[in-house]
Nanobody
Framework: QVQLVESGGGLVQAGGSLRLSCAAS????????MGWYRQAPGKQRELVAI?????????NYADFVKGRFTISRDNAKNTVSLQMNSLKPEDTAVYYC???????????????WGQGTQVTVSS
């Protein structure tokens, strides 16, 4: 069974940095895209950043994190990370990683989610 486990959340002051990591484990035949989403209280879940599968894959970012956050992945380890710099109070949310991957040899793709990690930015 596939699991995505996030780590690295916490409390930080405005202007500070945090690094989130997510590891996919279980029976995995391949991973397509990996990404990070977030959900603040009372708001819908929104895309933060997403990255493709190739070694030269480009990343796409939500406008509200461009220039501050960097997504990266290690295909050998099935991990994706999010380096968050210049954090703002409005970045406070639960951050979820996700992966579109192939859990079996029939190569049907499914989306999996992590359990979420809290990021709180104080002003």
């Amino acid at each position: 069974q596939v699991q995505l486990v996030e780590s690295g959340g916490g409390l930080v002051q405005a202007g500070g940095s945090l690094r989130l990591s997510c590891a996919a484990s279980g029976t995995i035949f391949g991973i397509h895209t990996m990404g990070w989403y977030r959900q603040a209280p009372g708001k819908q879940r929104e895309l933060v950043a997403i990255i493709g599968s190739s070694d030269t894959a480009t990343a796409n970012y939500a406008d509200f994190v461009k220039g501050r956050f960097t997504i990266s992945r290690d295909n050998a380890k099935n991990t994706v990370s999010l380096q968050m710099n210049s954090l703002k109070p409005e970045d406070t949310a639960v951050y979820y990683c996700n992966a579109d991957l192939f859990p079996s040899s029939d190569y049907r793709m499914y989306r999996y989610w992590g359990q979420g990690t809290q990021v709180t930015v104080s002003s």
